[in-house]
């Protein structure tokens, strides 16, 4: 695919996503979403972590809701079933790990575009924001499925009926993201995270991705059960030979992602 509305970069074991609608703030229209959803599933099998980014001073200002298309009216349903739904799922079932690295304003869909990543790393002076009361909407893009499960339902639902803005320190203090870097530190650090995530051992990556999520539907009997199954793979793998072998040497491991 020829790429018009976003970056992509691969070297190292990690790709680079970065929203380049910067005029826009980095509003999704059709052509974003479906390209975001081409370089996703094309570094699900070649990339060992991923890394979705905004150019410019803001992640994502969200829908862009003058993308009417040939009808001249937005299908919300349509857009949502049709675009939405295969770009998120397309992030969240990418086998290797993934991390919004969110440099400025992440509102309405961009909010919630970060939030399907595994890991959100975000600079102190960007905000996330449900902003969808204020149009008469309720939050999506997978919104009313992350926030519940990330901060609980009691904050969740005052993100989505106030429509405040949530700093990333305070969505760093409630568990919304991982963590909130000063500014001036932002790019070096994200870098260095997803390099060491692109250097990991991506198969142990990948069960612990599968362990954490699908815990919310099993009993503790059926998640240790889960557990031992997961263990005795990654056990098996060479990285697994490798991390041992380099603890008794006293040296850093080398992973190979296999």
Request: with cysteine; charged share 25%; glycine share 8%.
């Amino acid at each position: 695919m020829d790429y018009k509305e976003i970056l992509f970069s691969q070297q190292d074991g990690l790709a680079v996503v970065t929203l380049n609608r910067e005029a826009r703030k980095n509003a999704l229209n059709s052509r974003m979403r479906s390209e975001i959803t081409h370089a996703m599933r094309m570094a699900a099998g070649e990339a060992r972590a991923v890394v979705l980014t905004g150019a410019g001073d803001a992640f994502c200002s969200g829908q862009d809701l003058s993308d009417a298309g040939s009808s001249g009216k937005l299908d919300l349903e349509r857009t949502l079933r049709d675009e939405y739904l295969p770009m998120l799922q397309a992030i969240y079932d990418c086998p290797v790990p993934v991390v919004a690295a969110v440099n400025g304003a992440a509102a309405g869909a961009g909010a919630n575009l970060a939030l399907a990543a595994d890991v959100v790393i975000a600079t102190e002076s960007a905000f996330f924001m449900q902003a969808f009361s204020k149009i008469g909407l309720i939050p999506d893009a997978g919104g009313t499925w992350f926030l519940p499960r990330q901060i609980g339902l009691a904050k969740s639902m005052g993100a989505a009926l106030f429509a405040d803005r949530v700093s990333a320190r305070q969505a760093s203090d409630w568990g919304m993201i991982w963590e909130a870097v000063p500014d001036a530190e932002f790019d070096a650090h994200w870098r260095a995270r997803a390099a060491f995530l692109a250097s990991g051992p991506s198969k142990a990556f990948a069960a612990t991705k599968s362990a954490l999520r699908e815990s919310f539907g099993r009993s503790l009997a059926e998640q240790l059960s889960e557990e031992a199954h997961l263990q005795g793979q990654c056990g098996k793998t060479r990285d697994f030979l490798e991390g041992v072998t380099a603890f008794m040497e006293k040296r850093p491991a080398e992973f190979e992602g296999r």
